[in-house]
């Protein structure tokens, strides 16, 4: 059996309009005037913009504390989690309204070959070789908290049926919005120094995901292990999911046969750029190149992965939206 599994991001939602960025949500925290003593609220409105990634910000956010006497740091800790606590329940009931303002018609769906059909030449022979050894299974591991991905997945039973293909799992590696859901950075290296023991280790997502001993990691590696190609779809690929982005080149470098296809969302990629070959590269490179730099690949490793990681611009084949 060749197992496709697709890691979806953000873009997802953004496709079917389900306003889930974080900046929006600033703007109904604002508009709402929600705990107005929420210190992590006021740093927000402070700077909107540098926390645009709010991972990454909430994880610079927290050296504060390394300026702190040492007998307030262990204190300061719980109290920045019960804050995140308030952002965590307002950030799920936002996105929660959201999602039920917007329809899902039955027609929209996973398409069978959309994820590779606007591969070139060679590419897409590759692929189209592995997918005709034997049967197919798609699989999907979301980062999202919502349950679109679910709602399209479930619209595609039918037609996955009729074409052969066995609709796999759908694991919420992050939880999702009424159990399990996770916020956080990739390592101790974006946090404080300062901070220790339970209350470091439950801002860093793997740590807080392995102590929660639910299996979801492990079952993350085993649907990587049993797969032939990898797709990327709506991801930042961001430093704090850089632990998956880890196990996935990891995944890669195991195999020549194995391959990565990532649609990447692009305004500057234009008609001039698909015209000329030298800048189709420098795009395609810059996509590659920061999927290996997470996981920390240099030198003729890269440019030996490069060869197998695909990249496709602004398609609008993946899923069919109606």
Do not use: C
């Amino acid at each position: 059996m060749a197992n496709i599994t697709f890691i979806i991001g953000n873009g997802l939602d953004i496709a079917f309009d389900l306003n889930t960025e974080y900046r929006d949500f600033y703007s109904y925290v604002e508009r709402m005037s929600l705990h107005s003593d929420n210190r992590i609220y006021k740093a927000i409105q402070g700077s909107p913009d540098s926390w645009a990634d709010f991972e990454l910000a909430l994880g610079q956010y927290t050296r504060y504390i390394d300026k702190l006497a040492d007998k307030e740091k262990k204190k300061e800790s719980i109290a920045l989690h019960e804050e995140l606590e308030e952002i965590r329940d307002d950030l799920a009931e936002y996105i929660a309204d959201q999602a039920d303002k917007h329809f899902i018609s039955d027609s929209s769906r996973v398409t069978i070959d959309g994820f590779y059909s606007e591969l070139v030449y060679g590419q897409k022979d590759k692929i189209t070789s592995i997918l005709r050894r034997t049967t197919n299974q798609f699989d999907f591991i979301t980062l999202n908290y919502t349950n679109t991905l679910e709602r399209v997945v479930t619209n595609s039973q039918a037609s996955l049926s009729n074409n052969g293909i066995i609709r796999g799992p759908i694991l919420h590696i992050h939880g999702d919005l009424s159990e399990n859901m996770t916020l956080g950075v990739s390592n101790e290296s974006q946090l404080s120094e300062s901070m220790s023991g339970a209350e470091k280790d439950d801002l860093i997502k793997p740590s807080l995901i392995y102590s929660m001993n639910d299996g979801r990691i492990e079952v993350m590696e085993n649907m990587l292990r049993a797969s032939s190609v990898v797709v990327l779809f709506g991801t930042s690929m961001g430093e704090t999911d850089e632990y998956i982005w880890e196990k996935l080149v990891d995944w890669l470098k195991q195999s020549p046969d194995r391959y990565v296809i990532i649609h990447q969302y692009d305004e500057a990629y234009s008609d001039n750029v698909k015209r000329s070959s030298r800048k189709q590269k420098i795009f395609t490179n810059s996509v590659r190149d920061k999927l290996l730099l997470h996981a920390g690949v240099d030198g003729d490793v890269m440019e030996v992965l490069r060869g197998r990681i695909f990249v496709i611009f602004n398609s609008k084949n993946v899923f069919k939206i109606s």
